[in-house]
């Protein structure tokens, strides 16, 4: 069966979502957040609902690719204390998306995402040294941002598969160099989309229509996340700072604006 005619996609449709595919690959091995972009793409070309069903496998292969890249720079202690929070968010998230619509979801998650980077861009506003390790978490300061950046990042994945640039936010506010912070967020994605699969099929957004298209779409995955592979080490910190919280403001904007 024609996957195209299956899901009503022109051939531009179909174009317009391999491009995104082609950019999750790329943000999952080089600037996490990007893929909000993505997010929207497939929006656009597929029914708003319909279409974080069909965007999560493909941000699975993603993670599959950047976990294999960058497996061996994870911190494994922060990614222990997020879980939990995390958790509570998906279900909440979950539950959310019993009754909220569209619009709601929409204006939600931008709101957010953009209150992150504000609050990011006001902490690097401040005279600090860049550690070459994440911040101690120790205190009950670190145990409160880890949790409320953890519940916020578990429900914005959860409704929208957005939970990425959140994530980023708080990475970068802990302190995290470049490579931790790829390897952190790839464990982190893989384990926390993985999780969603359950709660998405029984939503009706994951079935076999949804996986069909996935096949066809997983294979543009690939040459995107080699490329971002290639252009992250031609990135320096600052760079890398200032293109992830970017992704995070152009992605709270899209979705306010959509």
Known sequence: MNT???????GWGFAALASAALLV????T??????TVSLAI????????ASTGVLLPVLIA????????????AHWPTLWRLFPAVAAGVVAGTLFLVWAGDE???????????????VTLWRRRRPQSAPDEPDAV??????????????????TTMVANAGGPVMSMY???AGFRKLGFLGTSAFFFLVVNLSKVPFSAGLGLIDGRSLLLDAALAVFVVPGALFGKWAVNRINQRLFEQLVIAATVVGGVQLLLR
Not at 25 to 28: H, L
């Open 4 to 10: 195209m005619t299956l899901w009503h996609i022109s």
């Open 25 to 28: 690959g790329f943000s999952k």
């Open 30 to 35: 080089a600037v996490s957040g990007a893929n």
């Open 42 to 49: 497939f929006a656009a070309v597929l029914p708003a609902r």
């Open 62 to 73: 993603g993670d599959v690719l950047a976990v294999l890249t960058y497996r061996r720079h």
């Open 104 to 118: 709601v979801v929409r204006t939600s998650i931008g709101a957010i995402l953009l209150l992150m980077a504000g």
């Open 138 to 155: 120790a205190g009950r300061a670190g145990r409160v941002k880890a949790r409320s950046y953890g519940v916020l990042g578990g429900f």
């Open 171 to 173: 990475l970068l506010s």
